[in-house]
């Protein structure tokens, strides 16, 4: 099978580095996508976390929102929310956290409060969620959202969650434990945090995706690393499994998927 | 201790003026029959809590009865914005909204400190995000015992907290499972709990172990059937999921929303009449 979408390629490439086995606090819409297609094909004992209080969910339909009633049935256990935050994330028991956000900057700090002053935003975005928290407690932290000027900026108005700050070790100056971001997962390809400067660096692009696209798609003079491959296409087996829960979704909610 | 009466009864006497409210859920059991209460009995100058305001307080803050939101997550779920919201922050209209932000792990401790009777919350967060530079209230705290920094916030003590279940017992007692969110935290940290159900049982027939609270830590206890429409009640009924999407198209505009709010909510004598009369405009639309 040859002919696939941006995002299904920025979906099947986000899965790919779920493992099985591990334990994924899950981000409504794309990183949920994305991990149930990990729980579908390579990685059937991944467990899914959502804040809203799902353990192991194993939902048959991608979510529409946070809190749909598919997660509950078909999750290993059902808690409180404050147990989440409390016990399973600060607690040290997530391996993962896969986040969506509005906006990227090169050190992966991540915007999904404002564009625009605060005090008068020009757009006034939903806001935290989990993220921050998600972002300083998760073993490590996955980043899925679609390429573009708007989303990759040079400067954020304002940093929501973060990332490396302003790169090398501030993160670690900072206080965070954590690995923090180790990919970003877009519809164009991949891009790592250099490990001395921890800017976002391109280490994989998209079959029939140009350098020119990614360098359009980035408000940053973005750097590509010096052995960049090509990512795998999808297999068979990862498209059909994708199309079979897309279609499955659309059938019972009348769309694809959500956002938080 | 709860008595069982009417949801007017329960907002006539326990929702005032300038109270704090909490009217929690996390997209299950979402308690819209009373917020469309609030909104019918006019309430001025609320503060608003909840960790994810979706519609019912979109429809506050759009026909102005709130004068400060406190959220960690806004949003329209599966959709995008709660443009009303949007519109208060954004524009001040219909005036402006006090907003006070935070996270969900945050929050969610705020209430189990509240619950706890404590006057903070200890947890690790906020490092390295904006938010502590646009909510003074977010601190941070030394631990006495490890020299470690932890981000120290106040806890919430709502006037009133709100939630919805799926069902109570004679005396009172609530039952409430699948998603459960926050609500027994934050109905512990209310001064008064307000909880409508799905309906009144003999007994609640429910394990050890199960979410129940207890008639005597409750104010009041109503029964609405289908009261969290467009949510969904576990073991009841599901999502309306086409609602949310065309709460988009009715909030985008000031006026077809207050249009909307007068019709469906202001105009009608309750939750029921409100689900009758909604029927009827889909009805008209497919028709």
Redesign the interface.
């Known amino acids: 099978m040859t002919d696939f979408t941006t995002n299904e390629m920025m979906t099947v490439a986000a899965a790919r580095r779920l493992q099985n086995g591990a334990v994924c606090f899950v981000g409504?819409g794309l990183p949920s996508t994305a991990a149930n297609l990990a729980r579908l094909t390579h990685a059937p004992d991944v467990v899914l976390i959502y804040?809203?209080?799902?353990i192991g969910a194993k939902p048959q339909v991608l979510p529409?929102?946070?809190?749909?009633?598919d997660?509950?049935?078909n999750a290993d256990t059902?808690v409180?929310?404050?147990e989440?935050?409390?016990y399973w994330?600060?607690g040290g028991r997530i391996n993962v956290g896969f986040l969506g956000a509005a906006q990227i900057d090169r050190f992966a700090?991540l915007n999904t409060?404002v564009i625009g002053p605060?005090d008068?935003?020009?757009?006034?975005l939903?806001?935290?969620?989990?993220?921050?928290?998600i972002?300083?407690?998760a073993g490590e932290i996955l980043i899925i959202l679609r390429q573009s000027r708007r989303a990759f900026v040079d400067q954020l108005d304002?940093?929501?969650?973060?990332?490396f700050?302003d790169g090398g070790d501030a993160?670690e100056r900072?206080?965070?434990k954590t690995k923090g971001p180790v990919a970003v997962i877009t519809d164009l390809g991949i891009l790592e945090p250099d490990p001395v400067t921890r800017e976002l660096t391109v280490t994989h692009i998209h079959r029939g995706v140009t350098r020119e696209q990614l360098v359009a798609a980035t408000g940053w003079p973005l750097k590509f690393a010096d052995n960049v491959v090509e990512t795998e296409p999808p297999t068979e087996t990862e498209l059909v499994a994708l199309r079979d829960l897309n279609a499955r979704t659309a059938a019972a909610?009348?769309?694809d998927?959500?956002?938080? | 201790m709860a008595e069982i009466v009417s949801l007017r009864e329960a907002v006539a006497g326990l929702i005032h003026d300038g109270d704090q409210v909490a009217m929690e859920?996390?997209?299950?059991l979402i308690p819209s029959a009373a917020g469309h209460e609030v909104a019918r009995q006019g309430r001025r100058d609320l503060t608003l809590v909840r960790?994810?305001p979706d519609l019912i307080y979109d429809q506050l803050i759009g026909i102005g009865a709130a004068k400060k939101l406190i959220?960690?997550?806004?949003?329209n779920?599966?959709?995008?914005?709660l443009h009303r919201?949007?519109e208060a922050?954004?524009g001040d209209w219909p005036h402006r909204l006090e907003i006070e932000?935070?996270?969900?792990?945050d929050l969610?401790?705020a209430?189990?400190a509240g619950a706890a009777n404590l006057p903070f919350a200890v947890?690790?967060?906020?490092?390295?995000?904006?938010?502590p530079k646009?909510n003074p209230l977010l601190k941070t705290i030394t631990c006495p015992f490890t020299g470690e920094?932890l981000a120290a916030v106040p806890s919430l003590r709502p006037d009133v907290t709100v939630i919805h279940a799926q069902k109570a017992d004679r005396r009172g007692n609530v039952l409430l499972w699948?998603?459960?969110?926050?609500q027994?935290?934050a109905a512990l940290a209310a001064k008064r709990t307000i909880v409508t159900v799905e309906e009144i049982v003999d007994s609640l027939d429910a394990p050890p172990n199960a979410?129940i609270l207890p008639h005597w830590a409750l104010s009041a206890v109503c029964v609405e059937p289908g009261g969290a429409f467009p949510s969904?009640a576990?073991g009841y009924y599901?999502?309306d999921?086409?609602f949310?999407?065309a709460w988009d198209k009715i909030a985008r505009n000031r006026d077809t929303f207050l249009a909307w709010m007068k019709r469906h909510v202001l105009d009608t004598q309750n939750f029921a009449e409100f689900r009758r009369v909604l029927a009827e405009t889909a009805a008209a639309k497919e028709g």
Not at chain 1, 120 to 124: L, V
Not at chain 2, 71 to 75: D, L, R
Not at chain 2, 178 to 182: N, P
């Open positions: 409504i804040e809203s209080g799902p529409l929102s946070i809190g749909d009633g997660l509950a049935l059902v409180a929310t404050p989440i935050f409390r994330l600060q700090n409060t605060y008068r935003p020009k757009t006034r939903p806001g935290a969620g989990g993220a921050p928290e972002a300083g407690s304002f940093i929501t969650t973060v990332g700050l993160r900072a206080g965070l909610h009348g769309q998927q959500g956002s938080e | 859920g996390f997209t299950h960790m994810t959220f960690s997550w806004g949003g779920p599966g959709v995008g914005s919201l949007r922050v954004e932000e935070h996270s969900h792990a969610a401790n209430y189990v947890m690790r967060g906020y490092i390295g995000s904006d938010l646009v920094v699948g998603i459960i969110g926050v027994k935290e979410c969904y576990q599901d999502r999921n086409r949310y999407p």
